[in-house]
Nanobody, 122 residues
Framework: QVQLVESGGGLVQAGGSLRLSCAAS????????MGWFRQAPGKEREFVAS????????YYADSVRGRFTISRNNAKNTVYLQMNSLKPEDTAVYYC???????????????WGQGTQVTVSS
């Protein structure tokens, strides 16, 4: 059974950067698209970014496009989210997830990590 474990969250000032990692254990994720989601207090979980099984294409929410970059290293069974030019509204718990398909998208995710907190101060 696959487990996803996120790391790299923390407290950063507005304009700063963080890099989140999502390490998969148990089985390979190389056949699946992967995604990042986030949930702010009092709000629903929202899609952030997704990447094709081989890293060949990506898809982003409008709110993060141009600031965030999703990538993956299938040899390490790991997915990353590089977050630059962070804003206070990016504050949320960030979740890594496996999509039940090979191509990026905003839905059909079937496996979730426990999340990592990102806090951006103004």
């Amino acid at each position: 059974q696959v487990q996803l474990v996120e790391s790299g969250g923390g407290l950063v000032q507005a304009g700063g950067s963080l890099r989140l990692s999502c390490a998969a254990s148990g089985r390979t994720i190389s056949s699946y698209a992967m995604g990042w989601f986030r949930q702010a207090p009092g709000k629903e979980r929202e899609f952030v970014a997704s990447i094709r099984y081989d890293g060949g294409s990506t898809y982003y929410a409008d709110s993060v496009r141009g600031r965030f970059t999703i990538s993956r290293n299938n040899a390490k069974n790991t997915v990353y989210l590089q977050m630059n030019s962070l804003k206070p509204e990016d504050t949320a718990v960030y979740y890594c997830s496996r999509r039940s398909e090979s191509f990026p998208g905003t839905n059909n995710y079937d496996l979730w990590g426990q999340g990592t907190q990102v806090t951006v101060s103004s």
